[in-house]
């Protein structure tokens, strides 16, 4: 007798976006972002960026049915104060690519990204600490949830995975997240260029 584990949406689409994910992860760190003020700078400027490219996310109506949170989710405004905190011009920006009527499943997809980089972060803000960073200065956008990282995850993950989507749904979901570390590695291309 055999037993049939099927996985949820969540973690289909971690095995879909694996390879981009890894390979943006490896990036990041090949520019040694914590071997300075500096080059954390630039790596500021990269997801400064990226989070308010996204921040329309926590503005769109649909998302916030599903999240009662969802404003406490919001990270653009702490990492702007980053920015200040060293000294650093926030950028002049094009039109952002996420509006707040992106519609939910996309929306789902560019959401798995960003608050999936939370977790990530728990690492990063370590390496921050060794800059004199923290969540008063300069890392703030890096720093948990006072109810810790997981919890949060794990209230994104429930409702990823509760959606009930057809299948062209479900790919919007995952060009969602695709575009969304497209986005991240564009940032990186112009600061790092």
């Excluded at 009662?68 to 039109?95: F, N, T, V, W």
């Amino acid at each position: 007798m055999s037993t049939v584990i099927e996985r949820t949406r969540t973690q289909d689409l971690k095995a879909r976006t694996h390879e981009t994910h890894e390979q943006l992860d490896q990036r990041i760190m090949a520019n040694q972002p914590f071997a300075s003020r500096d080059n954390y700078a630039r790596f500021l400027d990269a997801q400064y960026r990226f989070l308010r490219d996204a921040d329309a996310l926590y503005d769109n109506p649909e998302l916030s049915k599903l999240f009662s949170d969802l404003a406490e989710r919001r990270r653009y405004l702490s990492i702007a104060a980053d920015m200040g905190d060293l000294g650093r011009p926030l950028p002049q920006l094009d039109a952002a690519p996420v509006s707040a009527s992106l519609d939910v499943a996309s929306a789902m997809g560019w959401l798995y990204v960003v608050e999936g980089s939370k977790l990530g972060a728990a690492i990063l803000y370590k390496l921050a600490g060794k800059l004199g960073l923290d969540e008063n200065f300069g890392a703030r956008h890096l720093a948990g949830h006072p109810d810790g990282r997981a919890r949060h995850w794990r209230s994104f993950t429930s409702a990823l995975d509760g959606l009930q989507l057809d299948d062209e749904a479900e790919a919007r979901v995952t060009a969602g997240a695709v575009a969304a570390f497209a986005c991240m590695n564009g940032h990186l291309d112009r600061v790092y260029a």
